[in-house]
Every structure is written in C-alpha cells, then in structure tokens.
Antibody, heavy 122, light 108 residues
Framework: EVQLVQSGAEVKKPGESLKISCKGSGYSFTNHWVGWVRQMPGKGLEWMGIIYPDDSETRYRPSFQGQVTISADKSISTAYLQWSSLKASDTAIYYC???????????????WGRGTLVTVSS | SSELTQDPAVSVALGQTVRITCHGDSLRVYYASWYQQKPGQAPVVVFYGRNNRPSGIPDRFSGSSSGSTASLTITGTQAEDEADYYCNSRDISGNHWVFGGGTKVTVL
C-alpha cells in the first residue's frame, strides 16, 4: 500500500527540541518530493517546505526558514521536521505529503499522512 | 501579491452547483491544485493542473482557470461534499508555494 505514516502526537514544553517523522512506503521514496504543511488550531493550511530525499535539496517558505529544519534519511524512507526550541505558537497539526510535479506550471500534494499533533505548553 | 485569496464561506443547496474561487496574480502563470478537508481528517486532492481529477474523485468536481482566478466547481453537490476547500499554487516569484485561506462549503 502506498502511504505516508507519521509519528505520534507530542506534548512538549516551550524551549524544548523536537523531531517528528514521516515514513513513506509502497513507492520509490527517493524519487518524490516530500513536503510539510502546518495547520494551527481552527486555522487553514500553511505550506512549510519540501525536500527531495535523493539529494536532500530543500525549499522553505520564507516565513518558516530558520524556524524549522526539514531533513530526510533515504536509507529508511523517512522525512523529518524538527525544531531546536519550541514555542507555544508551534502548537499545530503537522502533515507530511508527497509532492508531485506535473510540468513546470503544476505541482500538488497527491498523498498525505494522517498528521502529527504537536502541543507546546508550559 | 504572493498570496491566494478565497472567500471564507459559501453555502449551496443539496443537488445544486457551487463554484469556489481562488484569486492571485501567480495564477496567471501557474495552475492551482484543490484540496478537500473534512473535520478531523487530512486533506485530499480533488483537482489539479489544467484539467486533472485524481482517480476516485467524483466527476462532479471540476476545475478551471481564467486570468488571475482559479475555480473549483461542484456540480450536483452532495451532503458529503460539505468540507473546507483550499487552493494551492506557487507565489508570483515562482520559488515558493502558498495555500489560499480556505472556503468552508455548507450544504443546505
């Protein structure tokens, strides 16, 4: 089965670090971009960034650059999203999704994980 | 503008047609993709590119684009179509991607 399986919910305190994961299976993980999407409580979707697992080329939305780190380990078909120092405002559901490219003018997320709820509270 | 703008909410009678729009300068160059999200669930792509509907998505979902506006149309809206809908595309720089703010579709 083609799927992305995300790690479980996390509860952290402000200032703590965190790394959540997204494991792909059923397809060639190295040959598809993987992206991360944030959804804060009661809010819309926010495109955070994408990574190409084969060479770890990464692109961030400017507002997330420097705030999070996206990485991947192609040997275990897993992408990661990490924080070095969490803030209460990082509380959200984080989705990973496979990013498909259909020509130069069309890209989309064709396969989604179920999301990881991150709660940051003192 | 690098942003994509959607109406926050729209309502439609059961069986009628609803059009959800997404406005942004980048849409003159790049196609949008559209996602349906029901409460407590991950988003699902329902339309993308010039004219692409993923397998398993009912043909009552269709997309179009004109100038700086992309549209998702649901023809013969069903109760199960009640959800939030988001558009996504590149920003005008072409280097980044953004989602629209989302449109909540209520089926009456």
């Amino acid at each position: 089965e083609v799927q992305l399986v995300q790690s479980g919910a996390e509860v952290k305190k402000p200032g703590e670090s965190l790394k959540i994961s997204c494991k792909g299976s059923g397809y060639s993980f190295t040959n598809h971009w993987v992206g991360w999407v944030r959804q804060m409580p009661g809010k819309g979707l926010e495109w955070m960034g994408i990574i190409y697992p084969d060479d770890s080329e990464t692109r961030y939305r400017p507002s997330f650059q420097g705030q999070v780190t996206i990485s991947a380990d192609k040997s275990i078909s897993t992408a990661y999203l990490q924080w070095s120092s969490l803030k209460a405002s990082d509380t959200a559901i984080y989705y990973c999704a496979r990013w498909d490219v259909v020509g130069a003018t069309s890209q989309y997320f064709d396969l989604w994980g179920r999301g990881t709820l991150v709660t940051v509270s003192s | 503008s690098s942003e994509l703008t959607q109406d926050p909410a729209v309502s439609v009678a059961l069986g009628q047609t609803v059009r959800i729009t997404c406005h942004g300068d980048s849409l003159r160059v790049y196609y949008a993709s559209w996602y349906q999200q029901k409460p407590g669930q991950a988003p699902v792509v329902v339309f993308y590119g010039r004219n692409n509907r993923p397998s398993g998505i009912p043909d009552r979902f269709s997309g179009s684009s004109s100038g700086s506006t992309a549209s998702l149309t649901i023809t013969g809206t069903q109760a199960e179509d009640e959800a939030d809908y988001y558009c996504n595309s590149r920003d005008i720089s072409g280097n980044h991607w953004v989602f629209g703010g989302g449109t909540k579709v209520t089926v009456l």
